[in-house]
């Protein structure tokens, strides 16, 4: 395997320019876009190609490559379906948090009102760290 050795990226046009460690610094490590309902609900990732479901609200999302250490950051987002008129719930109000970050995996759950698990058709996560 090659390495290359550069001070700064630049595109095409000469503009835009990243050092390698704004791009390490500033890239996501992971990401995934899923449906929780489903045990195949994956519908694009990268660095995140499987999830365990836990139950109801609770996922484990495992590395395909492994994390240097747990001091990575997770954000996440969602909500309970892809049109919110058919939600059923007033406010389709979701709250998730990472929790148990390992080099491998991380569990995320996925609240309504910070009180009732619940699936959701859109979860989006993005993972940011080493």
């Given at each position: 395997?090659?390495?290359?050795?550069?001070?700064?990226?630049?595109?095409?046009?000469?503009v835009?320019?990243?050092?390698?460690?704004?791009?390490?610094?500033?890239?996501?490590?992971?990401?995934?876009?899923?449906?929780?309902?489903?045990?195949?609900?994956?519908?694009?990732?990268?660095?995140?190609?499987?999830?365990?479901?836990?139950?109801t609200?609770?996922?484990?999302?495992?590395?395909?490559?492994?994390?240097?250490?747990?001091?990575?950051?997770?954000?996440?987002?969602?909500?309970?379906?892809?049109?919110?008129?058919?939600?059923?719930?007033?406010?389709?109000?979701?709250?998730?948090?990472?929790?148990?970050?390992t080099?491998?995996?991380?569990?995320?759950?996925?609240?309504?009102?910070?009180?009732?698990?619940?699936d959701?058709?859109?979860?989006?996560?993005a993972?940011?760290?080493?």
């Amino acid at each position: 395997m090659s390495t290359l050795k550069v001070g700064t990226i630049q595109d095409t046009d000469g503009v835009n320019p990243s050092t390698a460690e704004q791009i390490s610094k500033g890239r996501a490590t992971a990401w995934i876009n899923f449906d929780g309902r489903f045990s195949d609900g994956i519908r694009d990732d990268f660095n995140l190609s499987s999830f365990t479901d836990l139950g109801t609200g609770k996922y484990t999302f495992s590395f395909d490559n492994a994390m240097a250490n747990t001091n990575y950051c997770v954000v996440s987002s969602g909500h309970l379906s892809r049109n919110d008129s058919d939600a059923g719930v007033a406010g389709n109000a979701r709250e998730m948090g990472a929790y148990i970050l390992t080099t491998t995996n991380f569990k995320l759950v996925v609240t309504y009102n910070g009180q009732t698990t619940q699936d959701a058709a859109n979860i989006f996560c993005a993972v940011f760290g080493n």
